[in-house]
């Protein structure tokens, strides 16, 4: 780990502690993964693309939606999006599959926090098909820990309506592509 302890700074400078590079996971947590010289690391899971974790399950992708930071979860689903051609839709694996240890998807940690913007942006990354898809992971009633319910056991009622709005709107698609 390289520090900023220069000729230009006091030997006791607590600046020198502070890491010149920073990882994703940082980076996301504090809506900064944008000014990283590296996009957030896919690995190989399942036979799919994924965003790496740390060691509780969780990517940067869960770290910028919990703490709201809209540019950053724009960034990354940009960098999904991109690879998407590679290996299946990583974007929407991202935010409808990848659980951490706790079953906490992106969605999740999104609606659990208050983080409304960031949650209109996984919301709005994911397509048609996929909802009509993948639906039950998250929003189904047989899952105790849907993201409808984790709003409401957060008291997130903002982040309630957002998710019962979106629902409302993208239901009448899903029936139209059944």
């Avoid at 690391?41 to 060691?55: C, N, P, V, W």
């Avoid at 048609?128 to 409808?148: F, G």
């Amino acid at each position: 780990m390289h520090s900023r302890a220069s000729a230009e700074h006091p030997k006791n400078c607590p600046c020198k502690f502070i890491p010149l590079k920073l990882n994703a996971f940082t980076l996301a947590t504090f809506g900064a993964l944008h000014l990283s010289e590296k996009p957030p690391k896919l690995i190989q899971r399942d036979g799919f693309l994924s965003l790496a974790t740390d060691s509780g399950g969780f990517s940067p992708l869960h770290y910028s939606a919990q703490w709201d930071k809209k540019e950053t979860v724009l960034h990354i689903v940009r960098h999904l999006s991109d690879a998407n051609g590679t290996s299946g839709n990583a974007l929407e694996r991202a935010i409808l599959y990848n659980k951490t240890s706790s079953n906490t998807t992106p969605l999740h940690a999104a609606a659990a926090s208050g983080a409304r913007e960031a949650l209109n942006v996984l919301l709005c990354a994911v397509s048609v098909e996929a909802l009509k898809l993948a639906v039950t992971p998250v929003m189904s009633s047989d899952i105790p820990e849907n993201v409808l319910v984790k709003a409401v056991k957060e008291g997130r009622s903002d982040c309630l309506t957002t998710l019962m709005e979106f629902i409302a709107r993208k239901s009448g698609e899903v029936r139209r592509l059944a």
